[in-house]
């Protein structure tokens, strides 16, 4: 994938536009001062918002397309003469109108950046579980830009994403599914995609008939909605994040609350799996404190779902722990998580073929 960088003035400043990119996109913020120390080749490409800049501003870009090989896009008021003159002359061709709707500048940047969504390989899998994992990826892709875009979510989509991901896992195996998603270049897709897949199986391991499957799966696609309103630079970040960053990251089920209030057309159980996902059972979670018949048996199984995920998966900055690993620092949670569930997926993930990283005992 290509690198995006967002120049700019101030990086308290940034527009609520570009904000909503870097949601989208992996962007790197970087001051417009300093856009001539960093190396840019044919990968990067270099957005920059030409509104208020002064001429000292503007001398950096120049070096941009002079000394290097990125590709420019900039965004101005293509009424506004100056500003479009400006951007020529400085070698912005790529041009794209402020006023213009969030969804056009989406378009053009994914053509130039190429579809986040897509895996990066396909691997020796199935033809119809490569296509299951791609549906998802663009489910979840629309997802995330309806949502900043204030338009329809697409639940009838995700809905039969959650389906192709059941009927996979019941004809090719968990295995088989948690491998291929974890092709994925992004954490938070590789992330979602698991908790469905751990979700449906945990689902269908308790005896819960194929419609209960289907839900839980719907509900983990969308459980970390509210991440769109952080940048995808926290998200994926390749290290380990700071206290401020944690905090806002914290902050997830909360703006996935503010997003699906006014979107009627989510199910009231799913909205629920979005913002309790993180409530304990001894009412030290979050965001509300929830505690013991406060927190429905649905939020339960994805809460344990989503911790295991969590722990099994591999990162940049650490290694995957072992599914015995894993299992050992959720028992020594105490009284947070449901003990019988717990001891449910434990077994079905222990005993049976559930989990692609599963390892012998260490």
Known sequence: MKQLYIAVMDFGKVSKQLMKVAAVFPARLVPIAKLGSIELDSNAVVVVEFQNLT?????????????????????????????????????????VDKRGSL??????????????????????????????????C??????????????????????????????SIETEGLDSWLAAVQNHHSHTYCHSMMVAGHAIAFSKALGKPKDHQIFIGLGALVHDLGKIRIPLSILDKRGPLTEQERALIDKHPVFSREILKSHSEVPSEVVELAVSHHEFLDGTGYPDKLSGDQISQAVRMMTIADIYSALTEKRAYKDSYSPRQAFGIMSEMGGKLDADLLRSFRDATLETDLGHLRRAAV
């Open 55 to 95: 001429t000292r501003q503007l001398s950096p870009l120049k070096a941009v397309n002079e000394k290097t090989e990125a590709t420019t896009l900039g965004i101005v008021e293509l009424n506004n003469r100056k500003q479009v003159l400006q951007a020529r002359e400085l070698g912005f061709f790529n041009l």
């Open 103 to 136: 969804t056009l500048l989406l378009i053009k940047l994914r053509e130039m950046l190429g579809d986040y969504s897509k895996l990066q390989e396909s691997g020796d899998f199935s033809e119809k579980l490569v296509k299951t994992v791609q549906s998802a």
């Open 138 to 167: 663009t489910s979840f892709n629309q997802l995330s830009i309806s949502a900043l875009t204030d338009e329809p979510l697409p639940v009838t989509k995700l809905a039969q994403s959650a389906k192709d991901i059941t009927e």
